[in-house]
């Protein structure tokens, strides 16, 4: 398993009022298999203390430390030893014997437990015990908490908690073996060049069975994966990924009755190999310098020295069969011997191939369409809108996103950037379209929202928060999804920076829906998925088979407007009358913003609360339109924040 942050006391199961049962802790199921000869592998991002702490090092000693007199003791690897400083691993799946792979956003840690109801309050400790009870604005939990993740960290009788969207993807057969080389590749470059493992025998090279070669990628092959993201049935998809140096070529999916996977079969090698001699502050894997070159030929050469990972059996097929393709954003300090930058690729092919509606679900939106930022999602979408708009087409854009965590000054840059890359600076989305057709409502294409609930304490008093979205979602015409553990910025998408993983899903068992008020054809996953989402997010009871019929047409006049931008402006109304100090479209600046943060909710409008529908609220457009931080008088680089 890999991970960005990693707190391993956590509880996995037994929620939902269950009596706290210590079996159904994350380290004590670890440890149980550990014990049983399960061979566990952990990589760990080696953080950079200096900004933050994700308290790798005390995860690696804890879990070592546990199982050391185990039948299998478990191995942890942290990287990267040095640098680069200013990137992470950002990649979260858990691999289970070669044949199952769960890969997306969610990070084993504290605060990712969550149900579709995502409350605000727990006050007796039903559901969110200990240190998962997550209120960051407060407090969050560090090291001395994990060791005793039973006690409160906050008074949760007065403080609400934030509460957590996300979207994990389980992968069976080829593309679970993808995931698995992806560890077996990335464990195999941490060992080889932190001098701290070379050589130990507890840190053996690894080897997924029927990959010959550590340094390539697979050649395309059948895969055939499978996703509890929804309810259960059967899908397909042909996704060979390319890319070119300057992020301009767009990913070609031949559609044919054979699928294939394997991420990067098609990329360049001497283009991207070019760019890699580019990239001065990476390091180096493939013979740039002579310790490189000594650690590739011993890879070569010692492969009998590697543990090998079993061949995948078969497996009772659940969920739907679909053809999906493992993308990734990798390079050569993260793990490969050459620059991947497939998701991105995966994302502009499916926008540039979008006909109706294009859905995302992400915790940053920061683009190339504001200064300074190379990826193309904002550019792609800004052409493919400008098509509709010529051809007097209806075309839908929906953007989910959430504000940071913590509002603090640092993290302004980040918001003044994604407001940049939508609708704020001439290059911006919304403004390239406005100047393009000055008399086009460009909200009937664009729009943008995010999600917020709130509960009652104990007195009486209502407490509201944002639900924090960290999934990393994308949706095209119910057709194609991207599932990943990428943002929607460089850092996730360039390659170079940091390491991602994802799924990408197009084809499969078809169905007719309606789109744009036509019949059209869907993927049944996909649909599926889309559907499943926005009856959470509107609060609709997916038993209730008048809610199918609600969310089916995501285009269609009468859904944009009447079911979901009604609701969503409804929302934002009552939760803007009652709570003062929430982000709004009328705070202008920052020292406005924590002004309000002292003032209490407005007891006359509570009944109002009543009347909120699901979670869909306006994302605040001109919130903080009258800050203008300079990126490039920040202490670090601004490819931090993009």
């Not at 991970?3 to 706290?20: A, L, N, Q």
């Not at 050469?301 to 739907?320: F, I, N, Q, W």
């Not at 909120?612 to 457009?621: A, S």
Request: hydrophobic share 35%; glycine share 6%.
């Amino acid at each position: 398993m890999a991970f960005w942050i990693f707190v391993p006391t956590i509880y996995v199961r037994g929620r939902e009022g269950g009596p706290r049962d210590p079996n159904d802790r994350l380290d004590f199921i670890l440890k149980k298999k550990a014990d049983e000869g399960v061979k566990i592998r952990i990589l760990l991002w080696d953080e950079t203390n200096f900004a933050m702490s994700n308290y790798s090092k005390w995860n690696k000693h804890y879990l070592e430390d546990l199982t050391a007199d185990s039948k299998e003791p478990i191995v942890v690897v942290r990287h990267p030893q040095y640098k680069p400083l200013l990137f992470s691993h950002h990649q979260k799946f858990v691999v289970i014997d070669d044949k199952h792979a769960y890969i997306g956003g969610v990070d084993f840690a504290t605060g990712r437990y969550d149900t579709g109801k995502h409350d605000v309050v727990d006050p007796d400790g039903k559901s969110w015990w200990g240190i998962d009870f997550y209120a960051p604005l407060l407090k969050k939990a560090t090291s001395s908490d994990f060791a005793k993740p039973d006690a409160d960290i906050v008074d949760r009788s007065k403080t609400s908690r934030m509460p957590w969207h996300d979207i994990q993807m389980y992968v069976d057969g080829e593309a679970a073996r993808d995931a698995a080389f992806n560890f077996v590749q990335r464990w195999n470059h941490h060992v080889n060049v932190a001098s701290k493992y070379a050589g130990k025998d507890k840190y053996a090279l690894l080897q997924v069975a029927g990959y010959d070669e550590y340094d390539k990628a697979p050649t395309a092959h059948p895969a055939v994966a499978h996703s509890s993201a929804s309810p259960t049935k059967k899908g397909k998809i042909d996704m060979p990924v390319s890319e070119k140096k300057k992020r301009k070529a767009e990913l070609e999916l031949e559609r044919e009755s054979e699928s294939k996977s394997g991420f990067g079969a098609d990329i360049d090698e001497e283009d991207d190999e070019e760019d890699d001699r580019g990239d001065d502050d990476q390091e180096a894997t493939d013979g740039k310098s002579s310790k490189s070159k000594k650690q590739s030929r011993r890879r070569s050469d010692k492969r009998k020295d590697r543990e090998l990972v079993s061949a995948p059996r078969s497996t009772k097929k659940s969920g739907y069969s679909v053809t999906c393709q493992v993308i990734r954003s990798i390079s050569q300090w993260s793990g490969s011997t050459r620059t991947e930058n497939s998701i991105h690729a995966a994302y502009i092919n499916a926008i540039n191939n979008a006909e109706h509606f294009v859905y995302f679900e992400n915790q940053f939106f920061i683009s190339g369409t504001a200064p300074g930022v190379a990826n193309g999602i904002g550019q792609a979408l800004v052409e493919r809108i400008s098509l509709a708009i010529k051809n007097k087409q209806k075309f839908r854009v929906v953007i989910l996103t959430t504000q940071p965590e913590d509002l603090g000054p640092k993290v302004v840059p980040v918001v003044t950037l994604q407001y940049m890359t939508i609708n704020r600076g001439h290059g911006s989305i919304c403004s390239q379209l406005r100047d393009r057709f000055p008399g086009v409502d460009v909200n009937e294409y664009v729009n943008v929202v995010q999600l917020r609930n709130h509960g009652f304490f104990a007195d009486g008093t209502p407490a509201s928060e944002q639900i924090f979205v960290h999934s990393k979602l994308l949706i095209v015409d119910d057709r194609v999804c991207v599932i990943a553990s990428a943002n929607l910025n460089d850092r996730s998408f360039i390659g170079n920076r940091d390491s991602e993983l994802g799924v990408v899903v197009l084809d499969g068992p078809k169905s007719v829906s309606k789109m744009g008020g036509k019949d059209f054809s869907v993927n049944k996953f996909v649909w599926a998925l889309r559907k499943q989402l926005y009856m959470e997010h509107l609060g609709l009871d997916p038993n209730d088979p008048s809610s199918d019929a609600q969310v089916m047409d995501p285009a269609s006049d009468e859904f944009y407007h009447g079911v979901w931008l009604a609701t969503a402006r409804l929302n934002t109304d009552i939760y803007e009358s009652v709570f003062p100090h929430i982000a709004r479209d009328t705070v202008l600046t920052y020292e406005d913003f924590v002004a309000r943060q002292a003032l209490k909710p407005n007891m006359a409008k509570v009944e109002k609360l009543k009347q909120t529908k699901g979670h869909w609220y306006m994302f605040p457009l001109q919130f903080l339109a009258a800050e203008t931080p300079k990126l490039w008088e920040t202490f670090v680089d601004d490819a931090v924040f993009n």
